[in-house]
């Protein structure tokens, strides 16, 4: 079975500093990963994904993340936080079938 | 290219009614995933269809079932609605052929059950 822990509920960051979105997870396979954001009312919008490769992924909007075995975590960053950014983010785990089993979220404010 | 859409975007039952849900893939796109947000469970996989079978399921009752079309259009549909069924359904749709291909959501439709 495969599973997804979010660390923090709410997270709240200054505009322009640094964002840090934990993630963790547990799987019996190789995993495939994902962060998905959502607005208030829309469905959810992938922001980068770790299939195989290289473990450091860039995806939209200036967010990466580093996928690190050893500590089976897959934490999100973004260098330099906008207002744009307040939203929930989605960390997801997938074995490879057409199934996400997603964390609980994070709530991402943005204080001006 | 046109995204996923979902229709209705809203809906409004009482408790034992039924309701059916569909979803329009992306163009192309063979496999059509289903799930349940809630606040208090989160996001739940219902189940995913592709070529008009069922390929994975999860762990809901009975009461939720769904089917695909010739065309990749699915419809989700519950009976005898329960409180706690009120929730935000969303579907996905990928191509399905590989061994994860990227889902792509829709908008949802927001459930409320009276």
């Known amino acids: 079975a495969q599973s997804v822990t979010q660390l923090g509920s709410h997270v709240s960051v200054s505009e322009g500093a640094l964002v840090l979105l934990r993630c963790n997870y547990s799987?019996?396979?190789?995993?495939?990963l994902f962060w998905y954001v959502q607005y208030p009312n829309q469905g959810l919008q992938l922001l980068l994904k770790y299939t195989t490769g290289a473990t450091l992924v860039k995806g939209i909007n200036g967010f990466e993340a580093e996928f690190k075995k050893s500590e089976t975590s897959f934490h999100l960053t973004k260098p330099s936080a906008h207002m744009s950014d307040a939203a929930e983010y989605f960390c997801?785990?997938?074995?490879?079938?057409?199934?996400?089993?997603f964390g609980q979220g994070t709530r991402l404010t943005i204080n001006p | 290219k046109a995204g996923v859409t979902q229709t209705p975007r809203y809906l409004i039952k009482t408790r034992g009614q039924q309701v059916t849900l569909s979803c329009s893939p992306i163009s192309g796109h063979r496999s059509v995933s289903w799930y349940q947000q809630t606040p208090g469970q989160g996001l739940q996989f219902l189940f995913e269809?592709?070529?008009?079978?069922?390929?994975n399921k999860g762990n809901f009752p009975g009461r939720f079932s769904g089917r695909q079309f010739s065309n990749s259009r699915s419809e989700m549909n519950v009976s005898t609605l329960e409180l706690g069924d009120s929730a935000l359904y969303l579907c996905?749709?990928?191509?399905?052929?590989?061994?994860?291909?990227?889902?792509?959501f829709g908008p949802g439709t927001r459930l409320t059950v009276l």
């Open positions: 269809y592709f070529s008009e079978t069922q390929r």
């Open positions: 996905a749709s990928s191509l399905g052929q590989a061994n994860y291909n990227e889902q792509f």
């Open positions: 799987s019996s396979v190789p995993p495939y």
């Open positions: 997801a785990v997938s074995s490879g079938a057409q199934k996400l089993v």
